[in-house]
């Protein structure tokens, strides 16, 4: 089947450690999205990539990193340096100008 | 500045009854998309109806159909037969054609009663 899949859906970290979330689609879009959602507040969009090996900062990127070395992945890691990274996290994927297809999310709790 | 505003937080609707969720937005670029999302408590943002600047007629999908008004800037969706599974949060979005992501509203928490 076609779609968006994060893993894991739930994740806990101690303070201090890095951790990374798993996005993969099998849609064959260009565009891939991370975004950041927090209890009763919109999205906000933290990193985005419209091609392999590029990738650009969203309005939240402090904190994050990326990568994009195939078309189907866009792992995010959230580093040490987020403050406070407890948050609803999901990853969209869609051909460029048009709807976003988002996959179930990972649910990040620090300890 | 790309900006969403929908400024209801919650609303009740009855089963069966119609309900119109609203959403204004602000931007400078000519050419945008709006779209609608359903988010239920299991998290998972479900697309629901796109609209696009230069359409000429509101966009349905099923019970769902998007109210346009260029001129007023809003893009209102209307559930029509509301079922008790509708109950989720909804988002407003707006992808304008010079940006390169979606740009989202707060939300509004529907809540279908039997």
């Known amino acids: 089947d076609g779609g968006i899949t994060q893993s894991p859906k739930y994740l806990f970290r101690k303070e201090g450690q890095n951790v990374t979330l798993s996005c993969e689609q099998n849609l064959n879009h260009d565009a891939m999205y991370w975004y950041r959602q927090d209890p009763g507040q919109g999205l906000r969009l933290i990193y985005y990539?419209?091609?392999?090996?590029?990738?650009q900062k969203g309005d939240i990127a402090e904190g994050y990193s990326v990568s994009r070395e195939k078309k189907e992945s866009f792992p995010l890691t959230v580093t040490s340096a987020q403050k406070n990274p407890t948050a609803f996290y999901l990853c969209?994927?869609?051909?460029?100008?048009?709807?976003?297809?988002f996959g179930p999310g990972t649910r990040l709790t620090v300890l | 500045a790309q900006k969403i505003t929908q400024t209801q937080p919650g609303m009740f609707v009855q089963e069966k009854e119609a309900v119109t969720l609203d959403c204004t937005y602000d931007?400078?670029?000519?050419?945008?998309?709006l779209f609608w999302y359903k988010q239920p408590s299991s998290g998972e943002m479900i697309f629901l109806i796109y609209?696009?600047?230069?359409?000429?007629q509101n966009a349905t999908e099923g019970r769902y159909s998007l109210n346009f008004q260029k001129a007023r800037k809003s893009a209102n969706l209307v559930i029509s037969a509301s079922q008790l599974g509708d109950s989720a949060m909804y988002f407003c979005?707006?992808?304008?054609?010079?940006?390169?992501?979606?740009?989202f509203g707060t939300g509004t928490r529907l809540t279908v009663i039997p």
């Open positions: 979005a707006m992808f304008p054609t010079g940006a390169n992501n979606l740009f």
């Open positions: 990539s419209q091609i392999v090996n590029d990738f």
């Open positions: 931007t400078s670029d000519p050419s945008y998309g």
């Open positions: 609209q696009g600047s230069y359409d000429q």
């Open positions: 969209a994927s869609g051909p460029m100008g048009n709807e976003q297809f």
